[in-house]
Nanobody, 114 residues
Framework: QVQLVESGGGLVEPGGSLRLSCAAS????????MSWYRQAPGKERELVAR???????NYADFVKGRFTISRDNFKKTVALEMISLKPEDTAIYYC????????WGQGTQVTVSS
């Protein structure tokens, strides 16, 4: 059974930091590109960051220099380090796995507010 379980979301003040984590199971993690997407209320889901099976990274322009994606193929986890958070970063953040199939997690809420 495929599972992607996100954790680490919460409420943080502007300028603060959070670390999201996604634990994967039920598929060959090392063969999949892993991504973080987000969806704010009333907006479409958008790509935040992606890391390929061999470690190549790409980021949305709106997070470059603030967010860092990483993966641990042994632990089957992917993380998103977020610094200098802004109110516009408020959204549900979703973990995504893409290979011969596409899998999604249930999401974790990130709220940036004073």
């Amino acid at each position: 059974q495929v599972q992607l379980v996100e954790s680490g979301g919460g409420l943080v003040e502007p300028g603060g930091s959070l670390r999201l984590s996604c634990a994967a199971s039920g598929f060959t993690f090392a063969n999949f590109a892993m991504s973080w997407y987000r969806q704010a209320p009333g907006k479409e889901r958008e790509l935040v960051a992606r890391i390929t099976s061999v470690g190549g990274r790409n980021y949305a322009d709106f997070v470059k220099g603030r967010f860092t994606i990483s993966r641990d193929n042994f632990k089957k986890t992917v993380a998103l380090e977020m610094i200098s958070l802004k109110p516009e970063d408020t959204a549900i953040y979703y973990c995504n796995a893409r290979g011969f199939a596409v899998y999604w997690g249930q999401g974790t809420q990130v709220t940036v507010s004073s």
